[in-house]
């Protein structure tokens, strides 16, 4: 089945599979933009088709598995694929040392859908309404904890002494809030989109793992022969009363341009890699958005990629997204193990929508609760330069919370 819906019926089909405990995958392009967003699709009938082994560590091995996967699965009928890469999952392509994986939660995981609903074209933007009861969320730690504002503060200061010794350009410290798993996933997800209009919105229904998403960064589209990558740096929380200036100021900020021109330098050398010489082109910079509360900085990079190269190539050669790793990207990835207590798992690496055709869009996991077992976390954090101030970084940081923190007093 391969048919066109509209959002209403995605939502029910969504919530029918959920009671009935059944894998799926409801991706949502709530803005329904022609460019920026995937459309709006609900992929069922999943079955998993390959995750990464844990010794798996080279970018030939890893690309040459997943192009078998695809293979495999499309001759067989596979309406599209759903794809999860964690952020742990940089082992398997630039043999970087990581933490161990969250849970258990393989670092790459493969599932092909036997049948697709989508929304029609002029129905993307459709309304996934919020639920009629105010939501409550169960925490399990003290938000904004003294020990947690000391670690971060010290992290900060640890990264500009790295900056300062040539060892980096910038780096991305985050940092995880712990939950009690929701008792409805469905009433959340439709909270969480509702106050947050983004074009990557995901709730995904595995048999030990959920994701819910209001991702509105795009980490790289594959269409025909061009590839795409949209990072966004920079941000400015949003008060309803004074957004057209926070707004102005988020797009002069000479700090945040300084710091989204950093990721796309390392985004221009990414396709470069697996693009046409001289194909590769900034072309756009510095576009400020808004989503829900806060403001957002974006650039988009495209490029021609090589004859006999495919999406996969892309992602590898992309892989992880410079956006949440900082610059040099390795080097970052290295601190981050220093710095970070724990794994991300997919927060910080991406999710991706393969079409038979070879069609690709894949968004960067952020704004997202993850849901392991008895486990819930949702995590923050932001990118750090040579002149980012430790408090103003903090007040960033939690800025990104607003998603979840707006649905009640918490």
Same mark, same amino acid.
Not at 169 to 175: E, N, S, V
Not at 377 to 400: L, P, Q
């Given at each position: 089945m391969n048919t066109a819906a509209s959002i209403a019926e995605m939502r029910y089909a969504a919530e029918r599979d959920y009671a009935a405990?059944?894998?799926?995958?409801?991706?949502?392009?709530?803005?329904?933009?022609?460019?920026?967003?995937?459309?709006s699709l609900m992929a069922s009938t999943l079955a998993l088709e390959w995750h /990464?082994?844990?010794?798996?560590?080279?970018?030939?091995?890893t690309? #040459?598995?997943?192009?078998?996967?695809?293979?495999?699965?499309?001759?067989?009928?596979?309406?599209?694929?759903?794809v999860l890469v964690t952020h742990e999952a940089s082992a398997c392509f630039d043999h970087i040392a990581v933490h161990d994986d969250w849970l258990g939660?393989?670092? !790459?995981?493969?599932? =092909?859908?036997?049948?697709?609903l989508r929304t029609l074209g002029g129905e993307a933007g459709g309304c996934w309404g919020p639920p009629e009861s105010p939501l409550r969320v169960e925490r399990r730690e003290d938000l904004? /904890?003294?020990?947690?504002? #000391?670690?971060?503060?010290? *992290?900060? +200061?640890? !990264?500009?002494? $790295?900056?300062? *010794?040539?060892?980096?350009?910038?780096?991305?410290?985050?940092?995880?809030?712990? @939950?009690? &798993?929701?008792?409805?996933?469905?009433?959340?997800?439709?909270?969480l989109l509702a106050g947050n209009p983004v074009d990557h919105a995901a709730w995904i229904q595995? &048999? #030990?793992? =959920?994701?819910? =998403?209001?991702?509105? +960064?795009? @980490?790289?589209?594959?269409?025909g022969r061009e590839a795409t990558l949209?990072?966004?740096?920079?941000?400015?929380?949003?008060?309803?009363?004074?957004? #057209?200036?926070?707004?102005?100021?988020?797009?002069?900020? !000479?700090?945040?341009?300084? +710091?989204?021109?950093?990721?796309?330098?390392?985004?221009?050398?990414?396709? /470069?890699?697996?693009?046409?010489?001289? /194909?590769?082109? $900034?072309?756009?910079? @510095?576009?400020? +958005?808004?989503?829900g509360r806060v403001a957002q900085m974006s650039s988009t990079i495209r490029g021609e990629l090589r004859e006999g190269l495919d999406v996969w190539d892309a992602l590898a050669a992309a892989f992880p997204p410079g956006s949440m790793t900082g610059a040099p990207k390795i080097e970052a990835c290295r601190m981050i193990r220093e710095l970070e207590a724990g794994p991300r798992g997919l927060y910080g690496g991406v999710l991706g929508w393969i079409e038979p055709d070879g069609a690709a869009e894949f968004s960067v996991v952020i704004r997202s609760m993850q849901i392991r077992g008895d486990e819930a976390r949702w995590d923050i954090g932001g990118g750090i330069v040579h002149d980012s101030k430790a408090e103003s970084e903090w007040d960033e940081a939690w800025a990104k919370f607003s998603a979840l923190r707006n649905l009640e007093s918490i």
């Amino acid at each position: 089945m391969n048919t066109a819906a509209s959002i209403a019926e995605m939502r029910y089909a969504a919530e029918r599979d959920y009671a009935a405990a059944k894998s799926f995958a409801c991706l949502v392009s709530k803005r329904g933009h022609p460019d920026l967003g995937r459309r709006s699709l609900m992929a069922s009938t999943l079955a998993l088709e390959w995750h /990464s082994p844990v010794n798996l560590s080279d970018a030939k091995q890893t690309t #040459d598995a997943l192009r078998r996967t695809a293979s495999r699965a499309f001759g067989r009928g596979a309406k599209g694929l759903l794809v999860l890469v964690t952020h742990e999952a940089s082992a398997c392509f630039d043999h970087i040392a990581v933490h161990d994986d969250w849970l258990g939660l393989p670092r !790459i995981q493969v599932w =092909s859908a036997g049948a697709v609903l989508r929304t029609l074209g002029g129905e993307a933007g459709g309304c996934w309404g919020p639920p009629e009861s105010p939501l409550r969320v169960e925490r399990r730690e003290d938000l904004q /904890s003294s020990l947690l504002k #000391d670690w971060h503060t010290q *992290s900060v +200061e640890r !990264i500009h002494e $790295a900056i300062a *010794s040539g060892r980096l350009y910038q780096l991305c410290l985050t940092f995880p809030v712990q @939950f009690a &798993p929701p008792k409805n996933p469905a009433a959340l997800f439709a909270a969480l989109l509702a106050g947050n209009p983004v074009d990557h919105a995901a709730w995904i229904q595995l &048999p #030990d793992f =959920s994701l819910l =998403s209001v991702s509105p +960064e795009r @980490f790289l589209s594959v269409r025909g022969r061009e590839a795409t990558l949209r990072p966004m740096k920079g941000t400015r929380r949003l008060d309803g009363v004074s957004d #057209d200036r926070r707004t102005r100021e988020l797009a002069e900020s !000479i700090k945040d341009r300084a +710091e989204n021109v950093m990721i796309v330098d390392l985004a221009r050398n990414d396709l /470069s890699r697996v693009c046409v010489a001289g /194909s590769v082109r $900034a072309e756009s910079l @510095f576009e400020v +958005e808004r989503y829900g509360r806060v403001a957002q900085m974006s650039s988009t990079i495209r490029g021609e990629l090589r004859e006999g190269l495919d999406v996969w190539d892309a992602l590898a050669a992309a892989f992880p997204p410079g956006s949440m790793t900082g610059a040099p990207k390795i080097e970052a990835c290295r601190m981050i193990r220093e710095l970070e207590a724990g794994p991300r798992g997919l927060y910080g690496g991406v999710l991706g929508w393969i079409e038979p055709d070879g069609a690709a869009e894949f968004s960067v996991v952020i704004r997202s609760m993850q849901i392991r077992g008895d486990e819930a976390r949702w995590d923050i954090g932001g990118g750090i330069v040579h002149d980012s101030k430790a408090e103003s970084e903090w007040d960033e940081a939690w800025a990104k919370f607003s998603a979840l923190r707006n649905l009640e007093s918490i």
